[in-house]
């Protein structure tokens, strides 16, 4: 059987909010509650394990862990409690961004957009409730990874249906939609992190599943304004890909290969930096000892408080000729985040041992919240704009792939934070996410030309 594609049209639809489609409404706050259950669980789970979970009396109790830790070892070599908890962290976010591949294709071939994301949405539900039973740990943690497959490729590509090809107003939603995941990341830790933090672990887990359930039902509610499923006609042959679509293909890869420098370093906000700011980090403000979980939220704050002034900044220079194009902002993006991991190797260095004041880390979260503005709402709005229409989706969900290996180099990186110099480690990270800069700078003009980048082919020219 041959299927064929017929990509979804933008919505047809007189109802408008902001100058953007209803729809966008329904899938912001559908993203916003996602993002609420997923980061209320993410901020707790390095934590979590590595203050409970492995240890003795406690991981025996975890089905089929002993073999999961065996193959790991097999791999990666001996690890610490640390390191093992890093470790998880990093493939456990890796293959949260690498299942939309699959999750996209089957959008976009078989179950509908539609149906992908409520699936999708269902299953997360299921696995942030598991968390609160530890025997079942490994099996949520299974869950959680394929309801995100589902969802998030595909309804991050209902947004840019939403719009014709050329609409400009596409990089704003796009924006609009980081703006979401943002809202519900910071807002996350601050409840989830902690009800789990000082009143019990599965407290943080089952309000997330509570914020999952809830962004389902928004989903449902808002049905009739979203994108149409794309097409599929199973008689039809398939659809073959043109000689552009194929060197527009090759350069989202280059793209790809690229933003795995970015997510390597952004990656360790979640995952080793939380260990960081337990045991190196002055946490006392007021006489009171700020939470753990809430410098999540500070990181999910400083991008709420910098978006709109980044936006107002990219029309004033729109209006002037001068906003850089897609791969200028994603290149100063990876330039500014390396800047705030060196920030943290500079705050060790100067402290020489004793404990990090607070202000370093705040400068820190502002600086990386900078640059993941310009890049990650970028690069996603590049993948739907410069992606071929028959494999949208796909290319979408191919995208998370980046982060997927990010994650899993930062779970391996996530051993030397206890081997090396705190210093050099942060300082590592930076090399690592800056060095992202000087390929684009290198590449910068093939992949302009490859992904049909007409305004930024017009400004090298001139």
């Given at each position: 059987m041959t299927v064929a594609y017929s990509p979804a049209l933008p919505m047809r639809t007189e109802r408008t909010l902001f100058g953007h489609p209803i729809g966008l409404v329904y899938i912001v706050f559908t993203e916003a509650w996602e993002r609420f259950s997923f980061y209320g669980m993410q901020g707790l789970l390095v934590l979590y394990m590595a203050n409970h979970l492995l240890h003795?009396?406690?991981?025996?109790?975890?089905?089929?862990?002993?073999?999961?830790?065996?193959?790991?070892?097999?791999?990666?070599?001996?690890?610490?409690?640390?390191?093992?908890a890093t470790q998880i962290f990093g493939l456990y976010g890796g293959f949260i961004y690498l299942m939309p591949v699959f999750g996209g294709l089957a959008g976009d071939r078989w179950l509908g957009r539609r149906r992908a994301v409520m699936l999708g949405a269902g299953l997360m539900a299921f696995g942030h409730f598991l968390m609160a039973i530890e025997g079942a740990f490994l099996f949520a943690l299974l869950t959680l990874i394929i309801g995100c497959g589902f969802l998030k490729g595909n309804i991050a590509a209902q947004v840019g249906d939403l719009y014709a090809r050329e609409d400009r107003r596409r990089d704003s939603a796009y924006s609009v939609?980081?703006?979401?995941?943002?809202v519900g990341a910071a807002v996350a830790p601050l409840i989830c992190g902690t009800l789990g933090e000082l009143y019990g672990w599965h407290y943080g887990f089952g309000a997330a599943g509570i914020g999952m359930l809830i962004g389902l039902v928004i989903y449902i509610a808002g049905r009739n304004h979203l994108p149409a499923d794309p097409v599929v006609d199973k008689h039809a042959a398939p659809t073959r890909l043109s000689a552009s679509d194929k060197r527009a293909i090759a350069g989202l890869l280059v793209v790809l290969a690229i933003s795995i420098l970015f997510w390597t370093a952004q990656a360790q906000v979640w995952n080793t930096y939380v260990l960081w700011v337990q045991d190196r980090l002055d946490r006392s403000f007021l006489g009171l000892t700020v939470p753990v979980t809430w410098f999540q939220s500070l990181d999910s704050f400083a991008v709420l408080a910098l978006a709109p002034l980044m936006l107002w900044f990219w029309r004033a220079q729109a209006r002037r000729g001068a906003e850089p194009g897609d791969l200028v902002k994603i290149a100063l993006g990876c330039a500014i985040f390396g800047c705030a991991c060196f920030c943290l190797g500079l705050a060790e260095f100067v402290t020489t041992g004793a404990k990090v004041p607070l202000?370093?880390?705040?400068?820190?979260?502002?600086?990386?919240?900078?640059?993941?503005?310009?890049?990650?709402?970028?690069?996603l709005a590049l993948f739907s704009r410069a992606a071929p229409p028959s494999v949208n989706a796909m290319m979408?969900?191919?995208?998370?792939?980046?982060?997927?290996?990010?994650?899993?180099?930062?779970?391996?990186?996530?051993?030397?934070?206890?081997?090396?110099?705190?210093?050099?480690?942060?300082s590592l990270h930076g090399a690592i996410v800056a060095s992202a800069a000087i390929v684009i700078v290198v590449a910068y003009k093939p992949l302009v030309s490859v992904l049909q980048l007409r305004r930024e082919e017009e400004r090298a020219a001139g």
């Open positions: 003795p009396g406690v991981v025996e109790t975890v089905s089929g862990f002993a073999a999961f830790r065996a193959v790991l070892e097999s791999v990666f070599g001996p690890l610490t409690t640390h390191a093992l939609y980081y703006l979401a995941i943002n202000l370093w880390a705040v400068a820190f979260h502002f600086i990386c919240a900078s640059g993941y503005l310009y890049v990650a709402p970028v690069s979408v969900g191919i995208y998370y792939v980046s982060i997927f290996a990010g994650s899993v180099a930062s779970g391996w990186l996530g051993r030397f934070y206890q081997e090396i110099p705190t210093s050099l480690f942060w």
